[in-house]
């Protein structure tokens, strides 16, 4: 009669013979340690908790885990607490002072201070900004001499777009066709289209100075290709410039002065003692 040694050892010869046919290497220790605790098993190790020795379903387990469940659901709470309160302050801050997002926007630091409320007169102008920043629509117009207020108003649309959680930008016209060229000529890895894209696509944008660029060919063709797609877009856009709308068709052309008739035109040519009231 074969002994368990015997049976132990037939059995894993078979296992090292089957592996081989398979391409599975094996040691002899792991098929013996296998064999010996598959005869040792005991299934009533099935039925009872290992940790506790005691029968399964175990209520020190169950309690332990409900415990560290309600640990971690109070965790939960008091992170999303934070969370909250994180957004919360930051919302405030932000509406009280945007000016990091507004550098950030493209704002020079000497106009991070204007606003609705720092320009001097003129509710009824001022009430026209608050509802375009309130509910963008295709855009604003600001034409007027220089010093009567139109960067100021620009920059204090922004601001308003800014502290309610809004994203946009703010440049001159001779600057956003230099960065254009500049980034072409470059070899940035953009094509021109793509370059005027990134401009047609800002959510809110304010064009400054509007007319101050070098008079091309190519700049009038790049504005009005920036200008017509945030038109067709209904991409929120203010527009600042001293020129009238005449004198924008004179200059620009009518394509140009076309896009900027379909915005809200507000004259401030009878503002033009505006920095000199704002100092006093």
Known sequence: MATEDQEVQEAQERLIAKR?????SET????????????NFDPSELTRCRKHNTQRPCQTCMDAERKQAERDEK????????????????RRRLYDHP????????????????????????????????????????GLLLYGRTGCGKTHLGV?????????????????????LLSIRRAFRDESGKS????????????????????????SEHALATLYLIIDRRNREEMPTVVTTNYTPEEIEEKLGG???????????????????????RAS
């Open 255 to 277: 394509r140009i002065a076309s896009r900027l008739s379909d915005m809200k035109n507000i004259s401030l040519m009878r503002l033009d003692d505006y920095r000199k009231r």
């Open 20 to 24: 081989r046919e398979e391409g599975v």
């Open 99 to 138: 000016e990091r997002e507004l550098e950030a926007s493209g704002v020079p630091k000497r106009y991070l201070g204007y606003s609705l409320d720092t320009f001097v007169g003129y509710e009824a102008m001022k009430k026209t900004c608050r509802d375009l920043a309130a509910a963008p629509g295709l």
């Open 28 to 39: 002899v220790s792991p098929i013996r340690l296998t064999l010996r605790q598959s005869r």
């Open 156 to 176: 204090a649309v922004l601001r308003e777009i800014v502290r309610t959680g809004g994203k946009g930008a703010w440049v001159t016209a001779p600057e956003m």
């Open 75 to 90: 965790l939960f709470a008091e992170n999303e607490k934070r969370i909250t309160e994180y957004h919360e302050s930051e």
């Open 192 to 215: 021109e289209d793509e370059l005027i894209a990134e401009w047609a696509t800002k959510p809110f944008l304010v064009l400054d100075d509007l007319g101050a660029e070098k008079d």
